[in-house]
């Protein structure tokens, strides 16, 4: 069982930057894919970015210009660097992995169906 865990979330003003980490533990696939999601109150749980242990990497358009995905294979540590947060950047965001490699810039990267294993999340609010 795969065992990932989210910190760095917080309260940031608008403009305001964030890092966000996911460890993960129990994680012994060589070729792996792993994502950010995140939730606000009563909507869809929505992809922000993907990347797989390959480096192949994407982003949703909302986070395109601002928010850095980063991997250590090594450390099986996933990142989440937010630059220019705005107020609807807020939620409660979730990391998640896959097997396999090859499909994060496909029709299923960014879909939440796609991940196996989920971590717990962490809050983020961007205030204005």
């Known amino acids: 069982q795969v065992q990932l865990v989210e910190s760095g979330g917080g309260s940031v003003q608008a403009g305001g930057s964030l890092t966000l980490s996911c460890a993960s533990s129990r994680y012994n696939y060589s070729d792996y894919s792993m994502g950010w999601f995140r939730q606000a109150p009563g909507k869809e749980r929505e992809g922000v970015a993907a990347?797989?242990?390959?480096?192949?990497?994407r982003y949703a358009l909302s986070a395109w210009g601002r928010f850095t995905i980063s991997l250590d294979n090594a450390k099986k540590t996933l990142n989440l660097q937010m630059n220019s947060l705005k107020p609807e950047d807020t939620g409660q965001y979730y990391c998640?992995?896959?097997?396999?490699?090859?499909?994060?810039?496909?029709?299923?990267?960014?879909?939440?169906?796609?991940?196996?294993?989920w971590g717990q999340g962490t809050q983020v609010t961007v205030s204005s």
């Open positions: 998640a992995s896959g097997a396999g490699v090859g499909w994060v810039l496909g029709a299923f990267g960014l879909k939440p169906t796609a991940y196996t294993f």
């Open positions: 990347i797989d242990s390959r480096g192949i990497s």
